[in-house]
């Protein structure tokens, strides 16, 4: 059994484990792997480089094209040898780099061979990875890939994880992305679509993932009325039951986001003000990831803080408390740091009265608990 970790866990792994120790992600494909490992690295200055091992045919796409070279023996001798031209990867400068190899279980068996050495030696054709270069796999996981068995040799030289990132880590991505508001909502709503069901995957019939539904996001931020040919081009993304459930969504519910509530309060708490508590649940969410991953003006900021306000004070003295009992617990998990933040900067009074609903549960359940003990005796 692999251990399980998510985004943020990944992160934290990728910092403990030195360089000298090979890592394997195992996970579906189109969940962000790359793009994780690439804006990690990058921001420590370090160089990614992926290689996608199963569109490799031959061993020379990984260790360089052999040639022969004149070198002079101890006599003075001119002898011939053959040396491999360093492929296009390879640093030349020295620099430490994150050689990522993708599609590590898809390979053809040469091309695996090659890899042996290179995760026990950090060497290709004689030639050493600079010291300090980290080295990380990605193996496809599911009945709908074409795999290759690896050898138990190298799957013993890697520390080996499936890579599940939750549905939260990727909303609050979608947000900071600025993916359409429709796509979010619809995948908050319904998180198991977000990366589909592959068990039923036959030849060409697509399912959706995560990459396809940014690519829905690209299509709807053009759209405002979904006419029949939108409906084919995302049934083309993500399928054809997703794409039905995803534009229904679209088509009858009208919603109202965190980032309408906050800087349009007055025109947008009429329609809040029907809102059932799941409908509240969602909203809440949406708030906490508009405060995390928005950019604001001062202005925006003086906006937000009052209407951030007012719809606390709302969820308090409307009879909304297991709403305002959620908004809570999304901000006692911690998950949102910068929206915390956000509240002890520009918005303290709204986090006292959060810290203060805490307390009162807390007592009440104190309480209870009590009571409970009592009528056992």
């Not at 061993?59 to 004149?70: F, L, M, N, R, Y």
């Not at 203060?356 to 003990?373: G, M, N, Q, R, Y």
Request: hydrophobic content about 40%; overall charge neutral; charged content about 25%.
């Amino acid at each position: 059994m692999s251990v399980t970790i998510n985004i943020s866990e990944l992160k934290q792994t990728l910092e403990l484990i030195p360089s000298t120790q090979n890592i394997m992600l195992v996970g579906k494909h189109g969940i962000g792997k790359s793009e994780i490992l690439t804006n990690h690295f990058n921001a420590k200055g370090m160089k990614v480089v992926t290689l996608f091992l199963g569109q490799m045919a031959d061993p020379g796409d990984i260790i360089g094209i052999p040639s022969k070279v004149e070198k002079m023996d101890a006599k003075g001798k001119a002898t011939s040898m053959t040396d491999f031209t360093p492929p296009y990867w390879f640093p030349q400068d020295g620099q430490p780099i994150v050689l990522f190899l993708d599609e590590l279980n898809r390979a053809r068996p040469e091309i695996l061979q090659t890899v042996m050495d290179l995760t026990l030696n950090r060497k290709l054709a004689g030639k050493s990875l600079p010291k300090g270069s980290y080295l990380i796999s990605a193996v496809n996981d599911g009945e709908e890939y074409q795999l290759t068995d690896l050898d138990p040799a190298l799957v013993s030289r890697f520390n080996i994880f499936e890579f599940k990132p939750t549905v939260e880590e990727w909303l609050n991505w979608a947000a900071s992305e600025g993916l359409d508001d429709r796509v979010i909502n619809f995948i908050q709503d319904n998180p198991t679509w977000l990366d589909g069901d592959t068990s039923i995957y036959k030849g060409l019939e697509k399912s959706p993932d995560r990459r396809a539904w940014k690519r829905v996001s690209d299509i709807m931020h053009k759209v405002d009325t979904i006419q029949d040919i939108h409906k084919r081009i995302i049934a083309s993304i993500v399928g054809v039951g997703a794409a039905a459930a995803f534009i229904q969504s679209a088509q009858q519910r009208n919603i109202i986001t965190g980032k309408d509530l906050l800087l349009k309060y007055d025109k947008t708490m009429k329609t809040v003000e029907k809102y059932q508590l799941h409908e509240f649940a969602i909203l809440n969410e949406s708030v906490f990831r508009f405060l995390e991953n928005a950019t604001l003006t001062a202005r925006e900021k003086k906006t937000v803080a009052e209407s951030l306000g007012k719809y606390v004070t709302y969820l308090s003295e409307n009879d909304k408390r297991e709403a305002l009992a959620n908004f809570t617990n999304i901000f006692e998990k911690g998950s949102y740091e910068k929206a915390v933040s956000f509240m002890v900067v520009n918005a303290i009074d709204v986090y006292d009265m959060l810290n203060e609903f805490v307390e009162s549960l807390a007592i009440f359940s104190s309480k209870s608990s009590k009571s409970k003990t009592k009528a056992a005796c």
